[in-house]
């Protein structure tokens, strides 16, 4: 599993189900009653899932930076939350 996947916290997660049905591309799914990202090469790292999640069980450790070329210059983050350490 690459290190800069969504990081799902077992213990934490209550299986109640929001990320699944909020994650655009399916990459999600309940496992044993905890949410698993079982697909991970579907994953956009769109942050839906670590969004919506009512327990804080899902972190997104890295920041996404939309980089202009043609402008030379950065357009936007997607992320703005330092990684936790
Ligand atoms: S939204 Fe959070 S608590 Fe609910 S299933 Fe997903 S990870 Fe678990
Ligand atoms: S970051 Fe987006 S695409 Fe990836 S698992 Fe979460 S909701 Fe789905």
């Known amino acids: 599993m690459s290190d800069w996947l969504p990081r799902l916290n077992q213990n934490t997660c209550t299986g109640c189900g929001d990320c699944i ?10 496992v044993e009653g905890k949410a698993v990202l079982v697909f991970p090469d579907l994953c956009t790292y769109c ?3 670590e969004t919506i ?10 920041i996404v ?9 950065i357009r936007g983050t997607i992320k703005y939350e330092e990684p936790k350490v």
Do not use: G, H
């Not at 999640?53 to 890295?62: G, Q, S, T």
């Open 21 to 30: 049905t909020a994650c655009p591309t399916n990459a999600l799914a309940l």
């Open 65 to 73: 930076v939309r980089y202009d070329q043609k402008q030379e210059s």
């Open 47 to 49: 942050a839906i899932c």
């Open 53 to 62: 999640c009512p327990v804080d069980a899902i972190e997104l450790p890295y």
